[in-house]
């Protein structure tokens, strides 16, 4: 139980903690935690499982923190990837339970996983005004704007 509820300080949008072993460390989490819980039928330890979204010209909403938004633009088409470690359907729902609230330090980190994995993409972190329905406003001046390295050479 304690180290369920270690583990939802990392968790994104009630869905997943991100798969990166540097981070999960350096956070008290080493990959046999993760194998514990993974036994322990919370969450899915398979080291190949990636969130995909497609980036444009037009900003994407790419991972939602609640009340910060993770938003990517880029000038061609590009394909942002994340490796994760999904929950289980009963990890989710002992997750709304446990209810832990990200800060502001740890999702930049998080943030800066992401930069690190995704060539040609801009990312931004914006602070979220209000939610409508199924619509988000936000503020139009990021938190943070992070431009992902350009690993790819041409010839």
């Known amino acids: 139980a304690n180290l369920f509820e270690q583990?939802?300080?990392?968790?994104?949008?009630?869905?997943?903690?991100?798969?990166?072993?540097?981070?999960?460390?350096?956070?008290?989490?080493?990959?046999?935690?993760i194998l514990r819980l993974d036994e322990s039928g919370l969450l899915n330890s398979s080291g190949t499982i990636s969130f995909h979204k497609e980036i444009s010209k037009e900003p994407e909403l790419?991972?939602?923190?609640?009340?910060?938004?993770?938003?990517?633009?880029?000038?061609?088409?590009?394909?942002?990837?994340?490796?994760e470690f999904?929950?289980?359907?009963?990890?989710?729902?002992?997750?709304?339970?446990?209810?832990?609230?990200?800060?502001?330090?740890?999702?930049?980190?998080?943030?800066?996983?992401a930069v690190k994995n995704n060539s040609?993409?801009?990312?931004?972190?914006?602070?979220v005004n209000y939610r409508e329905e199924d619509s988000i406003n936000y503020d139009n001046n990021p938190i943070v704007f992070m431009n992902t390295p350009d690993t790819e050479t041409t010839v």
């Open 62 to 83: 790419i991972l939602d923190f609640g009340d910060y938004i993770l938003m990517a633009i880029s000038e061609e088409n590009r394909k942002f990837t994340l490796q």
């Open 7 to 33: 583990l939802c300080k990392f968790v994104i949008s009630n869905r997943f903690v991100i798969n990166d072993n540097d981070f999960l460390r350096k956070h008290g989490m080493p990959y046999d935690f």
């Open 120 to 127: 040609k993409i801009n990312l931004s972190l914006h602070k």
């Open 86 to 113: 999904p929950l289980t359907a009963a990890g989710r729902e002992l997750s709304m339970i446990v209810g832990s609230k990200m800060d502001l330090d740890l999702i930049k980190e998080i943030c800066q996983v």
